[in-house]
């Protein structure tokens, strides 16, 4: 009842930048935290940011001055602008958000399809 579709990622030397992009669609009431997590080859699914809808921000100590978490509520979508990239960023980077649906008014945990960052030496 509710999609997720990140944007944004591809391949990068290390230093630069990407900004990936996810917007929430579907029949739901309100969307409560939104987030970001990675998936490195041979690693387990790990947090990298997320975002209140007060605009409070959480990151993983490997990324703190480096990513921003933002999200714009009237379009439903969470951003995340990555700075000075590192080869140990490549992942899969998946979003994530929690919603109250309509129809049962229940808050359930969703997931994106994931995009691939690549970061290269």
């Known amino acids: 009842q509710v999609q997720l579709v990140e944007t944004g990622g591809g391949l990068v030397q290390a230093g630069d930048s990407l900004r990936l992009s996810c917007a929430a669609t579907?029949?739901?009431?309100?969307?409560?935290?939104m987030g970001w997590y990675r998936q490195a080859p041979g690693k387990k699914r790990d947090s990298v940011a997320g975002i209140s809808n007060e605009g409070s921000t959480t990151y993983a100590d490997s990324v703190k001055g480096r990513f921003t978490i933002s999200r714009d509520s009237a379009k439903n979508t969470v951003y995340l602008e990555m700075n000075s990239l590192k080869p140990e960023d490549t992942a899969v980077y998946y979003c994530?958000?929690?919603?109250?649906?309509?129809?049962?008014?229940?808050?359930?945990?969703?997931w994106g399809q994931g995009t691939q960052v690549t970061v290269s030496s």
């Open positions: 994530t958000a929690v919603a109250t649906l309509r129809y049962r008014g229940t808050t359930l945990r969703y």
């Open positions: 579907g029949n739901f009431y309100s969307i409560n935290v």
